[in-house]
């Protein structure tokens, strides 16, 4: 069961993302031709299959033998064939297979990769099925077929444990909801502010409150339901947690051990009081994590990327008439920033930042062609605080700023991929993104994911303003941190939004132990602390792991930070996610 759920969590979408890239990505003619000749022979083998089952579908009068017998043979061939090449890609190129086409590890493949202080957790939500004549089909019918639940297994290095938990996928959906009202000003836009009203018992026609209610006794009952079973078992352990579903875009330090005894957040037993919390794409990322899992050879601190030159995004639904004048300065600003802009020429661009950095997020990205429309690119919101958060984070862990920054006209998708092409990007031992992020949730059809920079004025193959997750795939990184204080980089609006939307498993391929990802619009100060404390940590005590060191960034903001900053919409957006532990 532990590795059926495995195949089960596996998603359609993050193959397809995985195969996209690996057909330019580390530059190796070898792997692409492979991952290419298997994509073909699965299509030939999908419409050939279909051709023998109308074939052998007709009348006996109809049917022809000799045809038949000729497709049976071919698809026997393709079965070889496309074994063989999955054997190669195994034996050949182990981090692409374990990443783009992971196969289920089993209970002591898992022990084997895990510390004595680590404990992996894996859940599998499901819904409510009914039954409607004799197939069962979700949420359909009159007769339930069976109720909805979740499976949660608990692999520690000695011990595992199995077990299953009433809330399945509409009532996870309906707990995390309720608790991002709590922590995102962007869940009370549009259709979510009724239900953040409702939720939070506040009357409808009240704006945005400007304390978000988060609710401590409902994450208390969402801690006892996913981990009261296994209390014991986790205690003094850093998590290793692998979600589904709506469980994607739950920041875990949020939730509660100890039923609260008040309203202060600081006396809370947030679940980061007591464990350090690294987020997996799959199980099966955690043999090619460790398998890389060194710390990283380049010699240069951070190289960043941020606020693009955006026009705005007045047609929101939301907009109070703020973004059009917003979209309006910027763009006037725009116009004079198309030069090379440094650190200490950006102090004055936080002036604009009040509406951008309570944004709803990056709009829908619509493609032309395999390029991105530029319009869209273009309509998005403008971050100039970004540029203050980028220059500090610089002067926090004392990087070149005025060399590595590259902000406005220099944070372009062609700057990004000329470093990578160059071997620059690799010298880079944290790479910072402090963009736009479009995530699966907020795209339609085939479109990809990805990080929104300043766009050409013309698109092509090289530089559309989008840098998609087969992109990053392709770059050659060398970084022990790749941060995205994107808005909502970390799961989408889809309830079956995959963890970070394909970008996490295209990041890691592309060379990074680990990423420091956001769940919603950050606030530009507190990211700053939170990162460049992580940083700290590490620099002070090199045995201290990635994802314990953020959680102690972060309890330094809920205790010795302000008041303000005890809430968890300030302290809690970020979720590590890849190898957390310490270089190995």
């Known amino acids: 069961m532990f590795e059926t759920a495995q195949w089960f969590n596996g998603s359609e979408a993050a193959a397809s993302l995985a195969q996209m890239a690996a057909r330019s990505a580390r530059g190796s ?20 299959n279909e051709l023998l089952i109308t074939a052998m579908s007709e009348t006996s009068a109809k049917r022809n033998t000799a045809a038949e017998k000729l497709l049976g043979v071919r698809l026997a061939d393709v079965d070889a064939r496309l074994a063989e090449i999955n054997r190669r890609l195994a034996q050949d190129f182990p981090d692409y297979a374990a990443l783009a086409s992971p196969t289920p590890m089993s209970f002591a493949e898992v022990q084997a990769q895990l510390a004595p202080d ?62 991002r009202c709590g922590l995102d000003d962007a869940a009370w836009k549009g259709a979510g502010k009724e239900r953040c009203a409702v939720t939070s018992g506040i009357p409808v026609h009240i704006n945005t409150p400007s304390t978000l209610p988060f609710s401590h006794a409902r994450a208390h009952s969402l801690y006892t339901a996913l981990f009261g079973q296994v209390h014991d078992l986790i205690k003094g352990k850093h998590l290793l947690i692998v979600p589904s579903g709506p469980l994607t875009q739950l920041p875990f330090q949020v939730l509660v051990t100890q039923p609260p005894s008040s309203g202060d957040h600081r006396g809370v037993a947030w679940l980061a009081r007591d464990h350090a919390i690294t987020v997996l794409p799959a199980v099966s990322s955690l043999k090619a994590l460790r398998r890389v899992g060194r710390l990283s050879a380049a010699i240069r601190p951070l190289i960043g990327f941020g606020n693009p030159l955006l026009t705005g995004y007045p047609g929101s639904p939301d907009d109070d008439g703020k973004a059009k004048a917003l979209a309006k300065e910027h763009a006037d600003w725009a116009k004079q920033a198309r030069a090379k802009q440094r650190c200490p020429e950006t102090r004055p661009q936080r002036v604009a930042g009040g509406h951008s950095s309570k944004s709803n997020g990056a709009a829908r990205v619509a493609t032309r062609g395999g390029s991105v429309n530029l319009a869209d690119i273009k309509a998005q919101v403008p971050l100039p605080e970004t540029a203050d958060e980028l220059c500090a984070v610089a002067e926090g862990i004392k990087a070149d700023a005025a060399r590595d920054i590259r902000l406005g006209s220099q944070a372009t998708e062609r700057e990004v991929k000329r470093l990578s092409a160059s071997g620059e990007l690799a010298t880079y031992r944290m790479v910072h993104f402090a963009t736009h ?46 941060v995205l ?55 002070r005590d090199p045995k201290v792991g990635r994802s314990e060191a953020m959680r102690r960034s972060m309890l330094a903001l809920i205790d010795k930070g302000s008041k303000e900053e005890a809430h968890p919409a300030f302290w809690a957006p970020f979720v590590v996610v890849g190898e957390g532990a310490a270089g190995r």
């Open 118 to 179: 680590e404990a992996l957790v894996l859940f599998l939500d499901m819904p409510e099925w009914k039954l409607v004549g004799n197939k069962p089909i979700a949420k359909e019918g009159t007769v339930v077929f069976a109720k909805e639940e979740s499976f949660i297994w608990l692999v520690t290095k000695s011990d595992v444990r199995w077990m299953r938990s009433e809330l399945g996928t509409d009532a996870l959906t309906r707990e995390v909801t309720a608790l």
């Open 437 to 482: 992020g479009a995530v699966a949730g907020e795209l339609t059809g085939t479109h990809e994911p990805g990080l929104i920079l300043t766009p050409p004025e013309t698109a092509s193959e090289a530089d559309d303003g989008y840098l998609s997750a087969s992109e990053v795939a392709a770059l050659k990184l060398d970084a022990d941190w790749v």
């Open 29 to 48: 003619p070898q792997l692409a031709g492979l991952v290419r000749e298997g994509q073909d022979l699965v299509s030939e083998w999908v419409v050939k």
């Open 485 to 539: 204080s994107a808005c909502n980089t970390a799961a989408g609006g889809a309830t079956n939004a995959e963890a970070l939307s394909g970008l996490g498993r295209a990041f890691i391929y592309a060379g990074a132990r680990s990423l420091l990802v956001s769940h919603w619009a950050v606030d530009s100060d507190a990211t700053v602390k939170l990162i460049t404390g992580a940083v700290r940590e590490m620099s």
